[in-house]
């Protein structure tokens, strides 16, 4: 694969990537295969590690394992999102399920792998992550020209962060419905919530989403949360 250094594209020379595994044959392995191809590699040995290396230095692709002590692979996505929302990151794990690969998508994972991953996908992912990458930054580039008030796109990078927070601490409260002839409750409204304290207020969120262009994702998790709740949802009772 021939890499030229066009807008969109990469050299790979100039390619870093941060490679993430408590397995140390596993980690030397992927290491060896990166390398092989001409990039720089970084490699942290748990999600500790290389959550302060994102801290102290940019990356164009972070590679990682999921299932780590300490920190999970999701756990450091999370921690990497909070510092770097453009950065790509691959998530690898050997035993893949629902509730990891939805949690990956929900932090904004570019690829959710199953082990043993093979050579040539890690690879090509690895490549196809730092193109986006890149393109993601000629594209900011071209936002801070001259005239670009830039306090706006720190305000964007700072509402996004707020947003994934406010997501991840949604709840929802059920407020009953009583037909009042019959005092019996006959359904529950369902009403947002977030322990977040910048979102604490429905409107907050909401107003976050459309600003965002978000909504759609937001609705998601609301009737996600709603039909999670409602198994365990109290049977009609008289109101005394």
Request: negative net charge; contains cysteine.
């Amino acid at each position: 694969m021939e890499e030229t250094g066009r807008s969109g594209e990469i050299e790979r020379g100039d390619l870093r990537v941060l490679l993430v595994d408590d397995e140390p044959a596993v980690l030397q392995a992927y290491a060896l295969i990166l390398t092989r191809h001409g990039v720089t590699v970084d490699t942290a040995s748990s999600g500790k590690e290389a959550a302060s290396r994102v801290k102290a230095g940019s990356y164009d692709v972070i590679v990682s394992d999921i299932s780590m002590p300490e920190m999970t692979g999701i756990e450091l996505l999370e921690a990497v999102r909070a510092h770097d929302l453009e950065v790509p990151v691959i998530l690898m794990t050997g035993e893949p399920s629902l509730e990891s690969a939805v949690r990956a998508v929900e932090y904004g994972a570019f690829r959710y792998l199953a082990k043993p991953v093979d050579g040539q996908e890690l690879w090509d992912t690895a490549v196809r992550a730092a193109r986006i990458h890149k393109l993601a930054k000629v594209k900011r580039q071209a936002l801070e020209l001259p005239g670009t008030d830039r306090s706006r796109l720190g305000e964007r990078a700072a509402l996004e962060v707020r947003f994934s927070w406010g997501m991840r601490l949604m709840w929802m409260a059920f407020q009953p419905i009583v037909e009042w002839g019959d005092r019996r409750i006959f359904g529950y409204e369902a009403l947002l919530r977030s322990d977040e304290p910048l979102m604490k207020n429905p409107a907050d969120i909401l107003d976050a989403a459309e600003r965002l262009g978000r909504l759609h994702e937001l609705g998601r998790a609301v009737r996600g949360l709603v039909a999670a709740a409602a198994p365990n949802a109290p049977e009609g009772r008289s109101c005394s």
